[in-house]
């Protein structure tokens, strides 16, 4: 698009109050919002609740050794809280938008931000939360140490980061660890869904789950399988971390956040984000000089609760001073002893207000501010509302940006530092030519437009209408405000993909897309990564798939054909984004078309009523989620192959799977099944998990069973047996609890598995 049409699009659509669009350019969008909202900080505060500590954690006040307090539980942190955790201990923490952390021995880490939109608590507890109550944002520190983290379902709006020395974990929902050793290497663990990895200065780079990143001190990036004994403390930790917060009633959860908010605003010299990491490294580097002082064998210690008192200076004739150096005279009549220098702050002409002002900015701002010109240093100092939060925001930018953010005028200026928009973006929606226009005084009446700025108008007027203007709010912000007709068509798609769609009565108006409309999305991207990994074990429709999504996807008793949708293709997804429901007899048909594989799926929950049945007469059949599957008394059939995939626990109970060639049921975490009835003629079946626990199962003797878990046999061929088993021990095995039979024969120890289990195979994941 060229920057004509982009400003011709920029001022039709700025005329148009129902369309938001450029934050800077018309005052409105995402940086006026957050003008808004940033009015009140403190009234959108999380917190996080200290839900048990194993040994002993402490957090550290003003980043000082001497100043801790001990960890209990119900204590609530806030952000800017810092918390050390000690050898042979653990801290469990729940953040109030559902996010578990369990910070492991050795950990050092910090609340960069927490900032969440209040909710009204209605009753319930956390394990009745399927995603968080409101839209946050997060921001760990990491230092040192390991984190073991658990999500609910973040907001389209939300974002969750750690950050570290090496890098910084972008987090939409999953269950990984991540750790920093002591020699200043990270280890990155993914066990469910994806986690974007980004070095300072670099490009994201995806971690799908299964799969490990390696991170040397030196920055260099490695790639590996997910470390198996990771795997297993991940899921064993986020159990005991979801049993542990399960009773934590919502009402705790919100009143922890007011506690938050007073505790926050009691805080209102609280440095920012900026300073307390610098401040921590200086910490660092005091524990580091002292312990290298002791193993020379220095006799300096210092005690948590008892810091070495410093010799008393003789007392300096103040007076005399004051009167032979400026610079002491200065400090003495505005109270600061840091920051720049009278001499320095000469060619400024500072009133007495001016001067005040300018020290109760941090004293990097200040060494800053030193070198750019009087006008636009007074300008600032006398600006309304210019923070010392929006000062440091200001001069993290370098040149080029803050040249650009100053040529704003006062209102858009605050604005955006309020939002502390990345600097990448700045230099992308700041041109020049956009600049000049961004005045109000400079939008015509009436104007000329151009076919793209009617194609954006028409966009903006559909989204009103279909009560989706959020979709163009969030592509706006993706786009940087540069309209061209494939961001409309990704709005267009995005639109279709975020509708509720209930097959009974919409069927003759669905909307099939190809694979590459869809999957690449980002109003797709929750399916669309559950997608990734079902491509990884063989689970999938194909690479080309003819889609058709929704928000939440509903199929009732009937028996549909999708042989128009799919003309020549070999596969149809139909994929729900946050949930899919499935009830009553359905019967997926492809007219005469056979070896068309169907896949259900859905990117977050998948509810199938009691007594439905699921047939794919001609083709394969898949059924797969991000979240828990939970089949009982559910029928599955298919001409070929049936298929069941969860990215956490798979449950069957009471279920009938009829299938010609194969069948392969798959969870990332418990793969439970009580009571499994199989076709006798059956020639393959697959069960894979990290836990597999079997009762009331009688395996086909003429079916090949191949049965994997993380650990893999015991003795290298045999399950456990039995309830008496303790769960530890149950962990990472195959465990035939009760009834489980293989042609009618009972199998319930070593002697009777070796008689009757020629069948069955038991061996390890290969990609957990």
């Given at each position: 698009m060229t920057d004509q049409n982009s400003n011709l699009t920029i001022t039709a659509i700025c005329m148009r109050p129902a369309i938001v669009l450029t934050l800077i350019l018309c005052l409105s969008?995402?940086?006026?919002?957050?003008?808004?909202?940033?009015?009140?900080?403190?009234?959108?505060?999380?917190?996080?609740?200290?839900?048990?500590?194993?040994?002993?954690?402490?957090?550290?006040?003003?980043?000082?050794?001497?100043?801790?307090?001990?960890?209990?539980?119900?204590?609530?942190?806030?952000?800017?809280?810092?918390?050390v955790v000690e050898t042979a201990s653990k801290v469990m923490l729940l953040f109030s938008n559902g996010t578990l952390v369990t910070a492991q021995e050795g950990t050092e880490m910090a609340v960069g931000v927490f900032e969440q939109e209040p909710f009204e608590a209605v009753g319930g507890k956390v394990e009745d939360l399927e995603s968080e109550p409101s839209s946050s944002k997060v921001e760990i520190d990491l230092d040192i140490g390991s984190l073991v983290v658990k999500t609910k379902k973040l907001n389209k709006k939300s974002s969750f980061d750690i950050n570290s020395p090496l890098g910084t974990a972008g987090i939409r929902g999953t269950e990984f660890q991540m750790g920093i050793d002591a020699g200043g290497g990270m280890q990155l663990d993914v066990t469910e869904s994806t986690v974007a990895f980004t070095p300072p200065g670099g490009s994201p780079t995806p971690v799908s789950q299964g799969q490990g990143l390696d991170v040397s001190s030196t920055g260099a990036v490695a790639t590996r399988p997910v470390n198996p004994v990771v795997a297993q403390n991940v899921q064993t930790t986020n159990e005991v971390a979801t049993q542990a917060s399960a009773e934590i009633k919502i009402e705790t959860v919100a009143n922890a956040m007011s506690e938050a908010t007073v505790k926050s605003s009691g805080s209102s010299g609280k440095s920012s984000p900026e300073a307390?990491?610098?401040?921590?490294?200086?910490?660092?580097?005091?524990?580091?000089?002292?312990?290298?002082?002791?193993?020379?064998?220095?006799?300096?210690?210092?005690?948590?609760?008892?810091?070495?008192?410093?010799?008393?200076?003789?007392?300096?004739?103040?007076?005399?001073?004051?009167?032979n150096n400026q610079d002491a005279k200065q400090t003495r009549k505005t109270g600061k002893s840091t920051g720049a220098s009278a001499s320095q702050l000469a060619k400024f002409g500072f009133n007495q207000s001016q001067l005040e002002k300018f020290y109760k900015l941090p004293e990097s701002v200040?060494?800053?501010?030193?070198?750019?010109?009087?006008?636009?240093?007074?300008?600032?100092?006398?600006?309304?509302?210019?923070?010392?939060?929006?000062?440091?925001?200001?001069?993290?930018?370098?040149?080029?940006?803050?040249?650009?953010?100053?040529?704003?005028?006062?209102?858009?200026?605050?604005?955006?530092?309020?939002?502390?928009?990345?600097?990448?973006?700045?230099?992308?929606?700041?041109?020049?030519?956009?600049?000049?226009?961004?005045?109000?005084?400079?939008?015509?009446?009436?104007?000329?437009?151009?076919?793209?700025?009617?194609?954006?108008?028409?966009?903006?007027?559909?989204?009103?209408?279909?009560?989706?203007?959020?979709v163009f709010e969030e592509v706006e912000v993706l786009n940087g405000g540069e309209w061209t007709e494939e961001w409309i068509a990704v709005a267009k798609v995005g639109n279709s993909l975020t509708r509720d769609l209930n097959f009974l009565s919409d069927f003759s108006s669905l909307e099939p897309f190809s694979a590459g409309e869809t999957l690449g999305n980002p109003f797709f991207d929750d399916l669309a990564s559950l997608y990734e990994q079902m491509l990884i074990d063989q689970m999938d429709a194909g690479n080309d798939p003819v889609v058709i999504g929704g928000a939440v996807i509903s199929l009732g008793a009937e028996s549909y054909d999708f042989s128009e949708m799919i003309g020549d293709k070999s596969g149809l997804l139909i994929g729900a984004t946050d949930r899919l429901n499935l009830q009553g007899k359905i019967e997926v048909g492809v007219g005469e078309k056979a070896g068309v594989r169907t896949v259900l799926a859905s990117g977050g929950a998948i509810e199938v009523s009691a007594g439905t049945s699921v047939r794919s007469a001609l083709s394969d059949l898949v059924v797969a989620a991000r979240e828990d599957v939970l089949l009982q008394e559910v029928a599955l059939e298919s001409a070929r192959e049936v298929a069941v995939r969860s990215l956490r626990d798979l449950q069957l109970a009471q279920v009938a799977i009829t299938a010609a060639d194969r069948v392969h049921l798959r969870a990332s975490r418990n793969l439970e099944i009580n009571g499994l009835e199989l076709s006798q003629s059956l020639p393959s079946l697959i069960m894979e998990a990290t836990t597999i626990r079997l009762s009331n199962i009688d395996f086909p003797s003429a079916t090949a069973v191949q049965l994997n878990s993380l650990k893999g046999p015991i003795d290298g061929r045999y399950p456990n047996f039995g309830t008496s088993i303790p769960a530890s021990e149950q962990l990472g095995r195959v465990n035939f609890i009760e009834n489980v039979r293989s042609g009618g024969n009972l199998m319930n120890d070593r002697p009777s598995f070796d008689q009757f289990g020629g069948n069955i195979s038991i061996g390890k994941l290969t990609n957990p």
């Open positions: 969008g995402q940086i006026l919002k957050a003008q808004q909202s940033n009015e009140d900080d403190t009234a959108r505060m999380g917190a996080v609740i200290v839900v048990s500590v194993e040994g002993k954690a402490s957090m550290i006040l003003d980043d000082e050794d001497a100043n801790a307090v001990d960890l209990k539980p119900g204590t609530v942190l806030a952000a800017g809280d810092f918390i307390r990491r610098e401040s921590r490294r200086e910490r660092k580097e005091r524990k580091q000089a002292a312990g290298n002082r002791e193993s020379k064998g220095g006799k300096e210690q210092r005690s948590r609760k008892s810091p070495p008192k410093e010799a008393t200076p003789s007392e300096p004739k103040v007076d005399e001073i004051l009167e200040q060494n800053s501010m030193i070198a750019e010109s009087p006008d636009k240093v007074l300008r600032l100092i006398d600006m309304e509302g210019f923070s010392p939060d929006k000062a440091v925001v200001l001069f993290s930018y370098g040149p080029e940006a803050r040249a650009k953010v100053m040529q704003l005028d006062d209102s858009r200026l605050l604005s955006l530092l309020g939002s502390e928009m990345e600097e990448s973006m700045i230099l992308d929606l700041l041109s020049q030519q956009n600049l000049s226009q961004s005045s109000p005084d400079n939008l015509p009446n009436d104007g000329p437009s151009s076919s793209l700025s009617d194609q954006v108008l028409a966009l903006g007027d559909e989204l009103r209408e279909d009560g989706n203007i959020e």
